[in-house]
């Protein structure tokens, strides 16, 4: 497909430009890619056999290690480029399950460790159709925290890892999981801990370890200890390969194959 072989040499010129190169050629490539995407997207719309769909894009890691500050760059780096592209986050405080979640988080409310799990995956449930036709119409979503988190929160309390993950069983696999890797210690000195449950170094530890049980193939790590403007690029990149693989037609898959 002529679309698909001009990203693959737009990325591969890129990469071998130096950043002053870049720079300078960042408005043609900017625009190349535009073009690219639309043409795309067109496709799609004129061809209803097409299985061309958006990506499923998960940020994930422990507090602090900028997921949210890096969702929003590339929601709006993807928007400046004509992509179809919104931004979602879990919890999802807004349902009335999220209210749940959110007045335990802050700890208005007690509830029994495997409760607040299976309320955390039902969040996700709930918007798991809508998800999937938002993918399929071409949009991507790039998503804070997804079931990982729930399963990585939830055994750092020592409940069972497989226990854990079976209510996620079902719901839609992300395209990447973009995990953005920083020590305990040094996202606590980023600040702004102790407000909610969750937000204490010694129970970071053991959800950074619980993570660790969950990395498969999906996954691409990234150190979040770079500047943010590093990290956004690297993110950039990987982000951009997945579009292209789902817009070619990767086919949905659902959690938990691996
Ligand atoms: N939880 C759960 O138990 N089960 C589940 O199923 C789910 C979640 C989905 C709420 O999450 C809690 O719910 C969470 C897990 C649990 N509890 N904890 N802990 P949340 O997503 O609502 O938490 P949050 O408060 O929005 O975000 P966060 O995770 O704490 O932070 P972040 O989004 O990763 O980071 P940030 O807000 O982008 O950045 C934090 C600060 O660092 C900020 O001042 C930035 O300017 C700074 N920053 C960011 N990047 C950098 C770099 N590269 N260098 C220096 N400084 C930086
Ligand atoms: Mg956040």
Redesign the pocket.
Known sequence: MPAISLSNSIFRSFRRISPNQALNSHFGLKFALKCMFKYMENHHSNNSKSDSRGALIVLE??????????TSRLVSFLEGLGHSVESW???DRTTGVGQMISSY?SNESQLDDRAIHLL??A??WEKRSLMEDKLRSGTTLIV????Y??VA??SAKGLDIEWCKAPEIGLLAPDVVVY?EISPEKAAE???YGA????KLEF?KK?AQSYNMLFDASWKIVD?????ED?EKRIREIVLDCLITCQKGKSLSQLWSC
């Open positions: 890691g422990l507090d602090r290690c900028g997921k949210t500050s890096q986050r879990f919890p988080l955390f995956s969040n996700r804070d925290r997804y079931s988190s729930g929160f939830s953005l980023r600040g702004g909610e449950r969750y937000e970071q959800v979040a200890t770079l500047p943010i990290i």
